[in-house]
């Protein structure tokens, strides 16, 4: 036997593995979730996973910019005309403001938004409302830069226990500052209980919105980036080598089989073309190649189950969170989008209407503000939804229809004496319809002209006919 024999009893993998090639499959045992830095749900980490996602981003952005997308208004008529409110909402970007206060407390749990007031004290000191010249700016902070510096103290209060001095970190993050809570406005996240809120930086941060959903929405990505790596190895290229049992015998048979297979994937690669070994007069071996066409079957069955599991966990439609159509025979998405409107009105109830409530009052409260000032108001919002012109003029001929429906069976009770025809117009009247007042009402008819005894009531219907109450011809024309 020669000296440079070796005997293999391993498997092909170690001799025809490590052929370079320059890609590698080994990614799907991983998580893919580690390689990009997305596994610890950590400010540092929602931050990152909000920036590297498309869908992170909807979830968190999307509820808080339609919250204010419609608009809001006071429940005052006047409000249109008042220029001066309009002027200082968008010098103040109350809009903008209050969306990205909501937007980071959907993100990383609360958010403070900081009014910077000129009324003749200190940021650290309470804010005297009856002395406020002007607003100077609204900031929002996200929870990451907010640290209760103290807290109320005085037992006898409601507000004992409660924060009552911020540490914030200034916007160029270089230095601090102490402001008083009754120059902010708070805005807490998703409910959570009292336990978790101990390793928190305010004691009443809420959940994030994102973290919650944060396992369904790394088995997204995964479920992605593992469909693309599936597509890259749907075709799969088999090449037998003729002999490659005894050529392996040698380091020199190894080398020979390793250039072979290099060649075929070179000249593949290049040329498009597969050269393989024919066999010879002594040898009638031959190669073979071959491609196996790996079927992708129910990998999109799989992706809409993931996905239908992160919109369960963030409430948001997968109509509106991934574009799609609604699935399902005969589906409108109408009940998705309710969902959805319930989930915005939620937000614009418990977080956006206080926050405004306060804004507009201090609003108010300025010396230099020269529009109509207001102590009772309402925070109302504009519909998110408004029909098409199409739809509007449906609405319209199914409410006439109904009126119609309604007249009917009036003119019905009135000829079966239930109700009188003065009867009808009375309540025409106390519904507002038609225009009608007591004042604009006509008078009743003449009961003596074509009464009948036996129902008195008919000529109160008769009256509703064209040329009722007019005598008839004495002599009807001639035909």
């Given at each position: 036997?020669?000296?440079?024999?070796?005997?293999?009893?391993?498997?092909?993998?170690?001799?025809?593995?490590?052929?370079?090639?320059?890609?590698?499959?080994?990614?799907?045992?991983?998580?893919?979730?580690?390689?990009?830095?997305?596994?610890?749900?950590?400010?540092?980490?929602?931050?990152?996973?909000?920036?590297?996602?498309?869908?992170?981003?909807?979830?968190v952005d999307m509820p808080s910019d339609d919250?204010?997308?419609?608009?809001?208004r006071l429940d005052d008529e006047e409000e249109?005309?008042?220029?001066?409110?309009?002027?200082?909402?968008?010098?103040?970007?109350?809009?903008?403001?209050?969306?990205?206060?909501?937007?980071?407390?959907?993100?990383?749990?609360?958010?403070?938004?900081?009014?910077?007031?000129?009324?003749?004290?200190?940021?650290?000191?309470?804010?005297?409302?009856?002395?406020?010249?002007?607003?100077?700016?609204?900031?929002?902070?996200?929870?990451?830069?907010?640290?209760?510096?103290?807290?109320?103290?005085?037992?006898?209060?409601?507000?004992?226990?409660?924060?009552?001095?911020?540490?914030?970190?200034?916007?160029?993050?270089?230095?601090?500052?102490?402001?008083?809570?009754?120059?902010?406005?708070?805005?807490?996240?998703?409910?959570?209980?009292?336990?978790?809120?101990?390793?928190?930086?305010?004691?009443?941060?809420?959940?994030?919105?994102?973290?919650?959903?944060?396992?369904?929405?790394?088995?997204?990505?995964?479920?992605?980036?593992?469909?693309?790596?599936?597509?890259?190895?749907?075709?799969?290229?088999?090449?037998?080598?003729?002999?490659?049992?005894?050529?392996?015998?040698?380091?020199?048979?190894?080398?020979?089989?390793?250039?072979?297979?290099?060649?075929?994937?070179?000249?593949?690669?290049?040329?498009?073309?597969?050269?393989?070994?024919?066999?010879?007069?002594?040898?009638?071996?031959?190669?073979?190649?071959?491609?196996?066409?790996?079927?992708?079957?129910?990998?999109?069955?799989?992706?809409?189950?993931?996905?239908?599991?992160?919109?369960?966990?963030?409430?948001?439609?997968?109509?509106?969170?991934?574009?799609?159509?609604?699935?399902?025979?005969?589906?409108?998405?109408?009940?998705?989008?309710?969902?959805?409107?319930?989930?915005?009105?939620?937000?614009?109830?418990?977080?956006?209407?206080?926050?405004?409530?306060?804004?507009?009052?201090?609003?108010?409260?300025?010396?230099?503000?020269?529009?109509?000032?207001?102590?009772?108001?309402?925070?109302?919002?504009?519909?998110?939804?408004?029909?098409?012109?199409?739809?509007?003029?449906?609405?319209?001929?199914?409410?006439?229809?109904?009126?119609?429906?309604?007249?009917?069976?009036?003119?019905?009770?009135?000829?079966?004496?239930?109700?009188?025809?003065?009867?009808?117009?009375?309540?025409?009247?106390?519904?507002?319809?038609?225009?009608?007042?007591?004042?604009?009402?006509?008078?009743?008819?003449?009961?003596?002209?074509?009464?009948?005894?036996?129902?008195?009531?008919?000529?109160?219907?008769?009256?509703?006919?064209?040329?009722?109450?007019?005598?008839?011809?004495?002599?009807?024309?001639?035909?």
């Amino acid at each position: 036997m020669p000296d440079d024999f070796a005997s293999r009893f391993d498997s092909y993998a170690s001799i025809l593995g490590p052929l370079g090639r320059p890609h590698s499959f080994g990614t799907l045992g991983t998580d893919i979730a580690a390689q990009v830095g997305l596994g610890v749900a950590a400010y540092g980490e929602l931050s990152r996973l909000y920036v590297t996602s498309g869908i992170a981003a909807r979830i968190v952005d999307m509820p808080s910019d339609d919250a204010v997308a419609r608009g809001f208004r006071l429940d005052d008529e006047e409000e249109n005309s008042d220029q001066d409110l309009k002027s200082e909402l968008d010098r103040l970007r109350v809009g903008p403001l209050c969306a990205d206060g909501i937007r980071w407390s959907r993100l990383y749990g609360a958010s403070l938004l900081v009014l910077l007031i000129k009324d003749g004290g200190l940021w650290e000191e309470p804010l005297n409302e009856g002395s406020i010249d002007r607003i100077e700016k609204i900031l929002a902070y996200e929870s990451f830069d907010i640290k209760v510096e103290s807290f109320y103290s005085d037992p006898s209060q409601e507000n004992f226990g409660e924060p009552e001095t911020y540490r914030l970190i200034s916007p160029d993050s270089r230095k601090f500052f102490i402001v008083h809570e009754s120059r902010t406005i708070r805005i807490s996240g998703d409910p959570l209980p009292r336990y978790a809120r101990q390793w928190t930086n305010v004691p009443w941060q809420g959940r994030s919105a994102l973290f919650i959903a944060r396992k369904s929405l790394l088995d997204y990505i995964n479920a992605i980036n593992w469909a693309t790596l599936l597509l890259e190895r749907k075709q799969q290229p088999i090449y037998s080598m003729a002999g490659l049992a005894d050529l392996i015998k040698t380091p020199e048979g190894v080398e020979r089989a390793r250039g072979q297979v290099r060649l075929v994937d070179e000249c593949r690669s290049t040329m498009n073309t597969v050269m393989l070994n024919g066999g010879t007069t002594t040898n009638t071996t031959k190669d073979d190649y071959k491609i196996l066409d790996l079927s992708l079957g129910g990998v999109k069955d799989v992706i809409e189950q993931v996905e239908l599991k992160l919109c369960a966990d963030t409430g948001i439609p997968a109509t509106k969170l991934f574009g799609r159509s609604p699935a399902g025979m005969n589906s409108t998405g109408e009940a998705d989008q309710e969902g959805y409107y319930q989930l915005v009105s939620s937000i614009q109830r418990n977080d956006l209407a206080p926050a405004l409530n306060r804004i507009y009052t201090l609003i108010f409260a300025q010396k230099s503000y020269r529009g109509k000032k207001r102590t009772d108001f309402e925070i109302c919002f504009n519909p998110m939804w408004l029909p098409s012109e199409k739809e509007q003029a449906e609405t319209k001929w199914k409410l006439a229809q109904a009126s119609f429906q309604d007249a009917q069976s009036a003119i019905g009770f009135i000829e079966i004496g239930v109700i009188s025809q003065q009867d009808m117009r009375n309540h025409l009247v106390d519904e507002g319809k038609y225009g009608l007042t007591s004042k604009t009402l006509p008078p009743p008819p003449d009961l003596a002209v074509a009464v009948d005894p036996r129902n008195p009531d008919r000529a109160l219907v008769n009256a509703l006919k064209p040329n009722v109450g007019q005598p008839a011809p004495a002599n009807p024309p001639p035909q």
